[in-house]
């Protein structure tokens, strides 16, 4: 597979709530080889602090060369990341890691928690350009409140998604989490795909296993290198230990010891 360390223009910064930023990159060489999944490792600012890359799911590759990010500020690197300015060139490494397997036709439904709602909106597109009929999909978002689901919420449904949105303070949707959702979407879905806490992915994966309806998850781990080279990633699979940088970040939810990792 092919990784690029680039150079690249951050063209737009948008804020979509308060501290949720949208960061759009000229980015051409990760762009065309990106699949939904994978991710980047961003060098946030030039100097020592902070020393390591930080690793950020592709939230959106078009073929015009351009891919953007969606994160929240949570420590010193995102802090940094938000505050770049329009024109500033930012050193990425990608596309890495093993992204969502969507070849078949099947129904599915995608759940996204919190800002593992990233790279989903670029497998909601990719689905959407295979000529599939999304009205039959489902996807399923949560979050803390309203301002973080609404604008994420309006172009999942411009796809043609069917949306049901759940949040933490009931602003929006169900008043409460996904998988209380779930229960009624399963019957009409053969796959699910999934990124988001572990713990709300720790029920999903019960409740997919219970209804037999497979289910890929996207794993968010403590990544030093992103490459496979430092172990700092590995979590525990059912035949030992696998690293979440280069076997994952997605892996198909049977082949993870979830009272494990
Ligand atoms: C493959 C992958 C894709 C990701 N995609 C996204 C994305 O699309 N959007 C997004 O907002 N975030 C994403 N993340 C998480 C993102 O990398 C972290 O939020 C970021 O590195 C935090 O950097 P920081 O310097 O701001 O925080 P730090 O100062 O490094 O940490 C602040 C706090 O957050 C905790 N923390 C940091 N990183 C993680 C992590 N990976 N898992 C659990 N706790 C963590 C730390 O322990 C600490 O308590 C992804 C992570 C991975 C591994
Ligand atoms: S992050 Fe270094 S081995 Fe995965």
Redesign the pocket.
């Known amino acids: 597979m092919s990784e690029f360390q680039q150079k690249c223009t951050l063209l737009a910064r948008d804020c979509l709530a308060p501290d949720v930023v949208r960061l759009t990159f000229q980015a051409p060489k990760i762009a065309v080889t990106a699949r939904p999944g994978q ?1 980047v490792m961003v060098r ?1 600012i030039d100097g020592l602090d ?1 020393l390591l890359r ?4 592709i ?1 959106r590759s078009s073929a015009d060369g351009t891919i953007s ?11 940094i ?1 938000a505050q770049r300015c329009v024109g500033d060139q930012l050193d990425l490494v990608g596309p890495l ?1 093993k992204g969502f397997d969507f070849s078949g036709e099947q129904p599915v439904c995608l759940i996204g928690g919190g ?1 593992g709602i ?2 989903l909106l670029f497998l909601a597109e990719q689905l959407e350009q295979s000529g599939r009929e999304t009205q039959k999909d489902h996807v399923l978002l949560g979050a803390r409140n309203k301002d973080e689901l609404a604008p994420l919420a309006e172009e999942f449904s411009a796809l043609g998604y069917a949306v049901q949105l759940a949040s933490d303070d009931g602003s929006v949707g169900h008043k409460g989490f996904i998988p209380d959702l779930l229960d009624f979407v399963l019957p009409s879905v053969e796959q699910v795909y999934t990124c988001g806490p572990h713990l709300m992915m720790e029920n999903i994966v019960g409740q997919c296993q219970q209804a037999e309806v497979s289910c890929q998850v ?6 030093a290198c992103g490459m496979g080279a430092c172990l700092g ?1 590995t979590v525990h699979g059912k035949r030992g230990l696998v690293h ?2 280069k076997q994952g ?1 997605v892996f198909n939810a049977d082949v993870l010891a979830w009272g494990e990792i």
């Open positions: 991710f946030v902070p930080r690793p950020f799911s939230h990010l969606l994160f929240k500020v949570i420590g010193k690197g995102t802090e990341l890691g800002m990233a790279p996207s794993l968010e781990t403590h990544m990633c979440v940088c970040p």
